[in-house]
C-alpha cells in the first residue's frame, strides 16, 4: 500500500534560520495529490501546501515544497523560520479520485528564539 | 464558523462504557471520515464514508462503529470503551475526487 515517512521526530531551529523537513514515500499509482498538512497546538489539521506536478515548485506563506517523483520526496523548506511556525508538520498523500488521506508519523518544530 | 462541528470537545468514560462521538460538516461535501491521533500512532486514518456508504475501514476492533443518518453527519460509536482508546479523534471531509480534506477541531476521549 502506499506510504509516507518523515524521518524526524523533532526538529528544533533557531529564528531567522532555514528549516527543512523530509518527506519520502511510496506508492504504486501514477495520479497522486501530495500536501504538508500544519497543526498548531490544540488545533486541528490544516493543509499548508499541495502538489501533483513533477518538479514544479509549490509556496504558501514562506513555505516551499517540490514534489520530485524521480527520488519520490517532496520534503517542506523555509528560508528563515519565524516563532509562530512551531507546530506539527505532516507529510501526506492522496490518490487523485480515492478517499484516504495516507499522513506520514509527522515532524515536530520548534523555532527558538 | 466552524464548518466541520464536533461535539463534544472534550470526552471523559470509565472504562467498559459506551459513548457517541458527534460530526456534522456545512461544506457540502459528499465524503467523511474519522481520523485519530495519539502519542502512539499521530495521526491514524479509520473510516471513510461517500455519499452514506462505508468505502475504506482501516479499524481492526468492531467496536468503533460509523453511523451516517444523513450525507453531511458521521458519528463515530465506541463500545466496550478501554484506556487505550483515549486519544483525539478528528472527523474530516471532501468532495469525492477532490483532493483537499478539512478537519474538524477532535473530541479528545479520555478512558478511566
Known amino acids: 500500500g502506499d506510504s509516507v515517512t518523515q524521518t524526524e521526530g523533532l526538529v528544533t531551529v533557531t529564528e531567522g534560520l532555514p528549516v527543512k523537513l523530509n518527506c519520502t514515500y511510496q506508492t504504486t499509482y501514477l495520479t497522486i495529490a501530495f500536501f504538508w498538512y500544519v497543526q498548531y497546538l490544540n488545533e486541528a489539521p490544516q493543509v499548508l501546501l499541495r502538489?501533483?506536478?513533477?518538479?514544479k515548485r509549490t509556496e504558501h506563506q514562506g513555505f516551499h515544497a517540490t514534489l520530485h517523483k524521480s527520488s519520490s520526496s517532496f520534503h517542506l523548506q523555509k528560508s528563515s523560520a519565524q516563532l509562530s511556525d512551531s507546530a506539527l508538520y505532516y507529510c501526506?498523500?492522496?490518490?487523485?479520485?480515492?478517499?484516504?488521506?495516507?499522513f506520514g508519523s509527522g515532524t515536530r518544530l520548534l523555532v527558538s528564539p | 464558523d466552524p464548518k466541520i462541528i464536533q461535539k463534544p470537545k472534550y470526552l471523559v468514560a470509565v472504562t467498559g462504557s459506551e459513548k457517541i462521538l458527534i460530526c456534522e460538516q456545512y461544506?457540502?461535501?459528499?465524503?467523511m471520515y474519522w481520523y485519530r491521533q495519539s502519542a502512539k500512532k499521530p495521526l491514524e486514518f479509520m473510516f471513510s464514508y461517500s455519499y452514506q456508504k462505508l468505502m475504506d475501514n482501516q479499524t481492526a476492533s468492531s467496536r468503533f462503529q460509523p453511523q451516517s443518518s444523513k450525507k453531511n453527519h458521521l458519528d463515530l460509536q465506541i463500545t466496550a470503551l478501554k484506556p487505550d482508546d483515549s486519544a483525539t479523534y478528528f472527523c474530516a471531509s471532501s468532495q469525492v475526487g477532490d483532493t483537499e480534506v478539512f478537519f474538524g477541531k477532535g473530541t479528545r476521549l479520555t478512558v478511566v
Open positions: 501526506a498523500l492522496r490518490r487523485t479520485g480515492g478517499y484516504k488521506v495516507v
Open positions: 461544506l457540502g461535501h459528499n465524503a
Open positions: 502538489s501533483s506536478t513533477d518538479n
